[in-house]
């Protein structure tokens, strides 16, 4: 039994070495949305994942593991798209949120020039992110 257990954490501890760090890459990979931030992006012709959330929420949370798990998949999402989070909590009444009639957190947009390409509230199923985040592919 001892074995076992020695073999099980060392199993867990080699996936978790060898994931970790590829997980860590995608994650922080997220900019964190100050007052022109989005602007200035858009003004340089790219493509902006805008996610609204907030720290203590569940769907958020839920959504960023997607999204996470998409962009380390495939890194095509990584080049197609900058990747900004706006912090409900800081922003939820700020024009970044009222001016794109943002209803909650764990809202999903995609922005490219003047034009919103889609969008998604309090979604978190894989394929529907996935779906969003193909528009830019």
């Known amino acids: 039994m001892n074995i076992s257990i020695n073999r099980r954490h060392f199993l867990i501890t080699t996936a978790a070495s060898v994931a970790l760090p590829v997980a860590a890459f995608a994650a922080e990979d997220w900019i964190d949305f100050e007052p022109g931030v989005i602007q200035a992006l858009l003004n340089e012709g790219k493509t902006v994942m805008v996610d609204y959330s907030a720290v203590w929420c569940s769907t958020c949370k839920a959504q960023k593991r997607v999204m996470t798990d998409l962009r380390t998949l495939?890194?095509?999402?990584?080049?197609?798209?900058?990747?900004?989070?706006?912090?409900?909590?800081?922003?939820?009444?700020?024009?970044?949120?009222?001016?794109?009639?943002i209803?909650?957190?764990?809202?999903?947009?995609?922005?490219?020039?003047?034009?919103?390409?889609g969008r998604i509230v309090a979604g978190t199923r894989v394929s529907d992110i996935e779906a969003l985040m193909d528009l830019v592919l």
Request: charged share 30%; glycine share 4%.
């Open 74 to 101: 495939n890194p095509a999402y990584n080049e197609a798209m900058v990747f900004v989070r706006v912090d409900w909590d800081d922003y939820g009444r700020h024009a970044v949120t009222t001016s794109r009639k």
């Open 103 to 117: 209803p909650r957190r764990s809202t999903l947009i995609i922005l490219r020039g003047n034009e919103e390409l």
